[in-house]
């Protein structure tokens, strides 16, 4: 019996913690993990792909009553409906306003003392959703951040990496250069997203875009910012 109220705490307790939504905080600008990230990408591509699965599921298929006229209309009402669906979820969780910020690692390759030039580059790979038949998963064009699909043992996989560049020229003066390398595992480029859902769903499309708003090199550990760019212009 005590084994019995031991693992019905243990249910009810892991119950919240499976079930918490991952874009509950109200905060407009959030800096997260890699992983919470993920999860929050995930949890937005999960309301546009049930939207897209609801319309296949219930509307494909005409009635043998249904005028060709009646059907047409019937299909246009539940796109209208699946899309005001998905703008109310965008608009409750202010996914047009909200920013969100991850860290991706940087590796100081090597520098030029002629040029004042240094090579850095990010093993860093963001999980998303990768493109299915249903849904697409799209990065705004950008110079840094590009969505990359492969795959492997027959299953596709998607990552946000900042490879668009392969290698990212940092133009900084000796001093910087050799403060940085020495204080290397705490620099780390911070790139910030947000959600574009204004085409979410067409009924004849679906899709999430991505939209990187910043990318910067920075130190996390005394918070200097080297360098940055606004993506958004």
Known sequence: MR????????LLLAGPLRAQDPLASPEMEQVMTIESFSDVVKSVWDVIKKGADDYHDETLSRSEFETASDFEARLQQR??????????????????????ATW??????????????????????????PTTE?????????PYISLVESSRRGYKFANLLLKAKQEYSWH??????????????NVAFKVWFRFDLSQ?????????????VRVALMNRGTNTTYWSEDLTK
């Open 104 to 129: 991706y690692a940087a590796k100081l390759v090597r520098y030029d003392a002629d040029t004042q030039i240094f090579t850095v580059t990010s093993p860093t790979e963001l999980p998303v959703p």
């Open 172 to 185: 900084v003066d000796i001093k910087t250069a050799r403060t940085a390398k020495g204080d290397e595992p």
């Open 3 to 10: 084994l019995c109220f031991v693992i019905a705490a243990l």
């Open 79 to 100: 796109r209208n409906d699946i899309a005001a669906r998905i703008q109310t979820f965008a608009e409750t969780k202010k996914l047009s306003e909200r920013i969100f």
């Open 134 to 142: 249903d849904i697409t998963t799209v990065c705004a064009p950008n």
């Open 200 to 212: 979410a769903f067409t009924g004849t499309t679906a899709q999430l875009v991505i939209v990187p």
